[in-house]
């Protein structure tokens, strides 16, 4: 409601409060019975506010009159079975109760306070048959009803001027109007149609003093039809929160000539108007310029109304970003990145994205308001935007460094411009022992019997349990001069894992990877090394923090090399681990499998079953373990590396035919793998003789 003095708003929370024009002081009158929005419920018209307090059939039923103005309260008693409809100034609207059925509310009364007496007067002039009466609008001593009537179509409303001093009720000459809102002026009453047939809103405008009804094709579609008047100018509109709607409709406030003629655009939406007692409007809306807030619409110089901001919101028309909590460095394979950002609101077309400054790569995802809270990108319906990111892109793990993102907004109802907000963050892992490509997802590299060797990157989608692998990239050939190529994860002090290789003379060369999924020029490393029957790496032993590499003379001793970090010299020299390691046709190395200290290694001995060796993070290891047997079926075993971002390192198995099986890592000693599962890691048709 408006007055002279002020206006009266209401908070979420349906609690009413009065602020004034002059120094925008606010006063909170608490709550009424009646918690709605509805206009005359609460007054109109003047400084006075209604609330209503008791309930239907208490003695106590009363409606409390507090004048803004002058801070005086005069109480209107209802006495049981009243219906409290709404007030015009000090004048309360009332009809009986008849169990909720309302079916005789042509019988309204006017209850006022004067000279300290409580006066009762009856409404007349309503046909007989009326039915379901309510207040449509109101003006300076005069209200409309609308209402229904036995003889009408179901969906027909009729309106009635009512003049509060006489209490005598004036039918209007409007057609029957379906789902309209009306408005009254001392010069002119309008009713503008809401989204029956015809496809677009009509607006009738009746001449008070003539009779004359002017209707007016309002060429837009008006859901929640709004009706004003002020001067000679009909105002309408839909009324439409920023959270409400579709570009379908337009919603903005207009106005129009009450003869017809061009309309013009008053707001870019509103929600509500009040008539003020100087025949102006109250508006609570917004535009692009000024945003949300209570706008005044008053004629013009030259008559045509025009808007004034009277008490903003400071909350623009377009969607903003409230707030974000975007951590600056996303260490991936510790934890998610989990980025958190507040829009305004959500009834838009919302888009993240994340995008790899270095190679330009990017990840949307395409957000709707969901109350679903185990997607890993989501948006609720207050707006709230997270992300629980794991690296997972549409093409695989997300490599390390520079990133952006980006969230775009694209309002649904078109009202503001489409919001762009954008930020940085970083990427970053340790380098793992079979992660080339240093994006966090284990490689594959497969020799074929042509000598070429390809690299495989993995990849663990978040929807379903299978590994898969996406397309193998080719490396390049000549690679069969070597007859044992072994991955010992980053021994060179580089940004990823590396590679050893030795040829049939003996001499083992470096392979240093470069993080795209490549690697370097070949360095040599040593000769002798034909005296070993098998090199295994991918671990750190001897607790230093470096990858180290197990090596098994012919005499079945088993020797390690610590690493240096250095890829001149990449390993010092070897210490003795034990002897009787010729009982096992496997041994590799699987990281640190069951929990302890450092690395730990399989070995598979030829009745096919596997034993643990765990660790102790000295160079050394502690008593076998028996895992389980079976494991001949097996034609490699490879330490994979941690395959499903759950910190633990799993196995690779490549059974007789080329399938691979994974096993999860549990990190329980006495069972450090899951049940096996199937993976789609290679591709039917692509074989390779030796996989690493």
Same mark, same amino acid.
């Given at each position: ?55 239907? &059939? ?33 004048? /309360? ?8 059925? #309302?079916?005789? $509310? ?100 009746? #001449? ?102 009277? +008490? ?16 600056? /460095? ?41 109350? #679903?809270?185990?997607?890993? /990108? ?8 997270? @992300? ?20 775009? +907004? ?12 954008? &930020? ?63 991955? /010992? ?35 040599? @490393?040593?000769? &002798? ?12 032993? $001897? ?34 681990? &034990? ?17 302890? $200290? ?8 030829? +009745? ?23 494991? #001949? ?11 499903? @971002? ?34 789609? @890691? ?11």
């Amino acid at each position: 409601m408006a007055g002279a003095t002020g206006f009266l708003s209401s908070t979420p929370a349906y609690d009413l409060l009065w602020t004034r024009y002059a120094d925008g002081s606010v006063t909170n009158l608490g709550r009424g019975l009646s918690q709605v929005r509805m206009v005359e419920v609460h007054g109109s018209v003047s400084d006075v506010v209604a609330l209503e307090h008791g309930e239907i &059939g208490d003695a106590d039923h009363r409606v409390e009159l507090h004048d803004m103005a002058t801070g005086a309260v005069s109480t209107v008693a209802l006495g049981k079975y009243r219906h409290f409809m709404g007030a015009v100034g000090s004048t /309360v609207v009332t009809s009986p109760w008849t169990g909720g059925q #309302n079916t005789d $509310s042509s019988e309204l009364h006017l209850l006022s306070i004067v000279n300290g007496v409580q006066t009762e007067r009856t409404v007349t002039g309503l046909p007989s048959d009326t039915r379901t009466v309510g207040i449509a609008s109101t003006a300076p001593g005069q209200l409309v009803l609308d209402y229904n009537r036995l003889t009408g179509a179901e969906t027909d409303w009729y309106y009635a001027v009512v003049d509060l001093a006489s209490g005598v009720a004036t039918p209007s000459k409007l057609a029957p109007s379906t789902w309209a809102d009306a408005a009254l002026s001392p010069k002119y009453l309008a009713t503008l149609q809401g989204p029956m047939l015809p496809a677009t809103s009509q607006l009738r405008v009746k #001449n008070r003093a003539t009779g004359k009804v002017t209707q007016i094709d309002t060429h837009q579609r008006v859901t929640e039809p709004m009706v004003g008047l002020a001067g000679n100018w009909a105002l309408f509109g839909s009324r439409t929160s920023l959270s409400e709607g579709s570009t379908d409709e337009d919603f903005a406030f207009r106005a129009v000539p009450v003869g017809g003629g061009a309309s013009r655009k008053i707001l870019d939406h509103a929600t509500s108007l009040a008539p003020t007692p100087d025949g102006a409007l109250l508006v609570m809306g917004g535009t692009l310029a000024q945003g949300e807030g209570v706008y005044r619409v008053s004629p013009g110089a030259d008559g045509a109304p025009v808007a004034k901001l009277v +008490a903003g919101t400071g909350q623009p028309l377009g969607i903003t970003l409230v707030r974000s909590d975007v951590p600056a /460095v996303a260490t991936l394979d510790k934890a998610p990145w989990k980025a958190r950002w507040q829009l305004s609101r959500p009834n838009a077309d919302v888009t993240l994205t994340l995008r790899n400054t270095t190679t330009g790569a990017s990840n949307t995802s395409h957000l709707n308001p969901s109350d #679903n809270t185990t997607e890993p /990108v989501r948006m609720d319906y207050n707006g709230r935007i997270r @992300i629980d990111w794991t690296g997972w892109t549409s093409t695989g793990s997300a490599p390390n460094g520079n990133y952006t993102w980006q969230i775009t +907004a694209k309002p649904y109802n078109g009202l503001g411009p489409t919001l762009n907000v954008s &930020g940085t963050f970083k990427v970053t892992r340790q380098s793992a022992p079979h992660d080339y490509t240093n994006n966090g997802s284990p490689d594959l590299l497969g020799r074929d019997s042509a000598g070429v060797l390809w690299r495989i990157d993995t990849a663990q989608y978040p929807w379903t349990p299978t590994l898969y692998g996406n397309a193998r990239a080719k490396l390049g050939g000549g690679w069969n001069t070597y007859d044992q190529i072994t991955a /010992v994860g980053n021994i060179a002090g580089g940004s990823a894992g590396d590679l050893v290789a030795r040829d049939s003379a003996g001499v083992l060369w470096l392979y240093q990877g470069t993080g795209k999924g490549t690697f370097g020029t070949r360095t040599r @490393i040593g000769g &002798g090394w034909n005296t070993y029957t098998q090199l295994t790496g991918t671990g750190d032993f $001897s607790g230093d923090g470096r990858a180290d590499l197990v090596a098994r003379d012919r005499d079945g001793s088993l020797w390690l090399y610590k690493g240096t970090g250095d890829w001149k010299v990449p390993y010092a020299a070897r210490t003795g681990v &034990g002897g009787g390691w010729n009982i096992y046709n496997q041994i590799t190395a699987v990281g640190n499998i069951a929990g302890g $200290s450092a690395g730990d290694l399989v070995a598979r001995d030829s +009745a096919g079953v596997l034993w643990l060796y765990q660790g102790t993070g000295k160079g050394t290891f502690t008593t076998r373990t028996r895992i389980g047997s079976g494991w #001949n079926t097996y034609t490699q075993l490879i330490g994979l590396g941690d395959s499903n @971002i759950d910190g633990k390192p799993d196995l690779l198995a490549i059974d007789q035919t080329g399938t691979p099986w994974r096993y999860r890592g549990t990190g329980n000693a006495q069972a450090p793998f899951a049940t096996r599962e199937g993976s789609q @890691i290679i591709y039917p048709g692509h074989r390779y003789n030796t996989i690493v």
